[in-house]
């Protein structure tokens, strides 16, 4: 983009409070109680539902003096009815917030809940499309306390959810800017029991936001300058973070690199998740997986413009080759040291529906925000690229 003074003009909002901290977690009830809450619905997913943690956050609440339902009927890829059973259970319970509790899955949903509860449309109302926005009741959106269990959506700090129109089978996003959490609790201990795949996952999604805001072509410098220092934090500890899980400086590092990622991400996104959504919903893969063996071809596609752009990157978080290929050799060898698979095929993906998933990716909201506005052809191309392993 040129820097003309037509150019350079933009509509920012930038995030939430968030407490930030080990043992942070122990004021969940209290964070609540500041919202004016007497009786949340603490939303995650059946994997977290019975760990010491959710009876922690509850008995947090209690502590507080408050009442508190749980909820936790979510896949892992959140579906439509998921929303539509949480919020009949929030009306069921006469609760008055939601407490957002878990990984992506588990955000998405409970925020997807909070604006759902006070409306008369249907949930897939609200995509984010043209100005649906618009058609939420703002006051009957409810209150939210978002409290992430892994470091890679960095969801807690977003104004939307990705949730699966189970009947289409396409991923949707739904938007409005009430679904902002008021308060985030961050407390990195909560990430120490994550597996190594899933902390080497989702702390590549954390890479590819920051990367997709970092490349994309909007005016954003803030998101600009937010997503390199999230790309730094990514090479200095997500290595860490998966060799020791409990190392709770890297687990810190990699909680701030997460919710930077989807801080920086208000500047767009791009190809990987433009594809990334399409393949999620269509063959129920891993989000953060997607994203990181997504990664270099999207990058290789889009090299022509972004290549300036990778020098300052790669000057700034110390790669000796400071230019694009020194960025893709590091993410490449990244990749091979978290034990990434380098194709599609590995995750059992293969292109017999190349050219459907071509068309569903230029149908992404994401695909705006690409360096390069790609056809479904040049999409479907990227993707047989990357069930194939082919890097040329």
């Known amino acids: 983009m040129s820097d003309t003074i037509e150019n350079l003009q933009g509509n920012w909002n930038y995030p939430t409070a968030v407490r930030f901290g080990v043992g942070k977690a122990a004021g969940i009830g209290e964070a609540c109680r500041d919202l004016g809450m007497k009786n949340p619905l603490l939303v995650t997913d059946p994997g977290l539902a019975g760990l010491p943690m959710i009876a922690d956050a509850v008995a947090s609440c209690e502590k507080a003096g408050l009442t508190c339902g749980v909820f936790s009927d979510i896949k892992p890829n959140p579906i439509g009815q998921n929303v539509d059973d949480g919020a009949d259970a929030y009306k069921a319970g006469n609760h008055d917030g939601v407490i957002a509790f878990g990984g992506g899955s588990g955000l998405d949903a409970a925020k997807a809940i909070a604006l759902l509860v006070g409306q008369t449309r249907p949930l897939f109302d609200f995509e984010d499309a043209g100005d649906n926005w618009t058609r939420?009741?703002?006051?009957?959106?409810?209150?939210?306390?978002?409290?992430?269990?892994?470091?890679?959506?960095?969801?807690?700090?977003?104004?939307?959810?990705?949730?699966?129109?189970?009947?289409?089978?396409?991923?949707?996003?739904?938007?409005?800017?009430?679904?902002?959490?008021?308060?985030?609790?961050?407390?990195?201990?909560?990430?120490?029991?994550?597996?190594?795949?899933?902390?080497?996952?989702?702390?590549?999604?954390?890479?590819?936001?920051?990367?997709?805001?970092?490349?994309?072509?909007?005016?954003?410098?803030?998101?600009?300058?937010?997503?390199?220092?999230?790309?730094?934090?990514?090479?200095?500890?997500?290595?860490?973070?998966?060799?020791?899980?409990?190392?709770?400086?890297?687990?810190?590092?990699?909680?701030i690199s997460s919710t930077m990622g989807a801080t920086a991400f208000q500047r767009g996104l791009g190809g990987m998740h433009a594809l990334a959504h399409p393949l999620g919903?269509?063959?129920?893969?891993?989000?953060?997986?997607?994203?990181?063996?997504?990664?270099?071809?999207?990058?290789?596609?889009?090299?022509?413009?972004?290549?300036?752009?990778?020098?300052?990157?790669?000057?700034?978080?110390?790669?000796?080759?400071?230019?694009?290929?020194?960025?893709?050799?590091?993410?490449?060898?990244?990749?091979?040291?978290?034990?990434?698979?380098?194709?599609?095929?590995?995750?059992?993906?293969?292109?017999?529906?190349?050219?459907?998933?071509?068309?569903?990716?230029?149908?992404?909201?994401?695909?705006?925000?690409?360096?390069?506005?790609?056809?479904?052809?040049?999409?479907?191309?990227?993707?047989?690229?990357?069930?194939?392993?082919?890097?040329?």
């Not at 220092?229 to 200095?236: D, H, M, N």
């Not at 973070?241 to 687990?251: I, Q, T, W």
């Not at 919903?281 to 990058?299: C, Q, R, S, T």
Request: proline share 6%; glycine share 8%.
């Open 136 to 255: 939420v009741i703002e006051e009957g959106v409810a209150p939210i306390v978002a409290v992430p269990t892994t470091s890679g959506t960095g969801s807690e700090v977003g104004r939307a959810s990705v949730i699966t129109d189970e009947a289409n089978h396409v991923k949707k996003i739904i938007f409005h800017p009430k679904m902002m959490p008021s308060i985030v609790v961050a407390d990195p201990a909560l990430t120490v029991g994550l597996p190594a795949h899933i902390t080497a996952a989702t702390g590549m999604d954390a890479l590819s936001h920051n990367l997709e805001a970092y490349c994309s072509p909007f005016f954003h410098p803030m998101a600009e300058g937010i997503a390199v220092e999230g790309i730094r934090l990514v090479k200095e500890y997500l290595p860490a973070a998966v060799k020791d899980g409990n190392d709770l400086v890297a687990r810190s590092q990699m909680m």
């Open 281 to 392: 919903a269509l063959y129920d893969a891993h989000h953060g997986l997607l994203n990181a063996v997504l990664m270099p071809y999207v990058l290789i596609r889009n090299r022509s413009v972004i290549e300036n752009r990778m020098s300052r990157l790669a000057a700034y978080i110390g790669l000796e080759n400071a230019s694009f290929d020194g960025v893709l050799n590091w993410v490449l060898e990244l990749r091979q040291e978290l034990k990434i698979p380098n194709d599609l095929g590995a995750l059992n993906i293969d292109d017999a529906q190349a050219d459907l998933v071509g068309r569903m990716a230029t149908e992404d909201p994401s695909a705006g925000g690409n360096p390069i506005q790609l056809t479904a052809d040049e999409y479907k191309d990227v993707f047989v690229k990357a069930v194939k392993g082919d890097l040329s």
